[in-house]
């Protein structure tokens, strides 16, 4: 399997435009995650998905930023518009919910995609 | 609020010393636990995780953690550390009434002195 994919790997944009970060899941996996890493607040969970259908969304910062889940082969992050301070890295995991009684599940992080806004 | 703690953002150890990385979490209901490993410009990858049963868990590349419900922690261990053990870990927990959401630790990173 290609794992989790991500693109671009890198963006550097400038502040007020948009950006869009995407994201491909391990085949089978019904669950997508996207994770923000920075130094200041360490990894922060964004938004998560099961089955196409976001189910928490409550780590989005604010109204600039969307996530939507069209199928389940595909996401996208957008930032519109993007400031400065949204420079991190952003991090799309998946997972395949086991069983029915909340067993665990390993989350396969994809590279990342290192965004600068200047 | 729920948390999980990691003591130390940096730890030093010799080449074949002992590895030793703490994590400690705050719930009256133990969580689901697990550590990952972040190499330079990599996603995060799974080393070992507790979820029931027996409390020593053992993971990929010779890391070890034991789950200890009196004292809340999941530490991880290596006996011996190899240079290529340089990465920063992390600890997470997902809390069952959480639903599927891992929280994190703010990582420890290992330098591993030749």
């Known amino acids: 399997d290609a794992g989790v994919i991500q693109s671009p790997r890198h963006e550097v944009t400038e502040m007020g435009q948009e950006v869009t970060l995407r994201c491909k899941p391990i085949s089978g996996h019904d669950y997508l995650f996207w994770y923000r890493q920075t130094m200041m607040r360490g990894l922060e969970l964004l938004i998560y998905?099961?089955?196409?259908?976001?189910?928490?969304d409550s780590g989005m910062p604010e109204d600039r930023f969307s996530a939507k889940m069209p199928n389940a082969s595909f996401s996208t992050l957008k930032i519109q518009p993007s400031e400065p301070r949204d420079s991190a890295v952003y991090f799309c995991a998946s997972s395949f919910r086991r069983g029915l009684a909340g067993d665990t599940d390993t989350q396969y992080f994809g590279p990342g995609t290192r965004l600068t806004v200047l | 609020a729920q948390s999980v703690t990691q003591l130390g953002s940096h730890v030093s150890v010799s080449e074949g010393a002992l590895v030793l990385l703490r994590c400690n979490y705050s719930?009256?209901?133990?969580?689901?636990l697990f550590w990952y490993v972040q190499y330079p410009n990599q996603g995060l990858q799974l080393l070992l995780k507790?979820?029931?049963?027996?409390?020593l868990v053992k993971g990929i590349n010779g890391f070890e953690a034991e789950f200890k419900k009196s004292e809340t922690s999941f530490h991880l261990t290596k006996p011996s550390a190899h240079m290529s053990d340089a990465a920063e870990y992390f600890c997470a927990v997902r809390y069952k009434a959480a639903g599927n959401k891992l929280t994190f630790g703010g990582g420890t990173r290992v330098l591993v002195k030749p």
């Open positions: 998905f099961n089955n196409n259908v976001p189910i928490d």
């Open positions: 507790y979820t029931t049963g027996a409390t």
């Open positions: 719930s009256s209901v133990p969580p689901y």
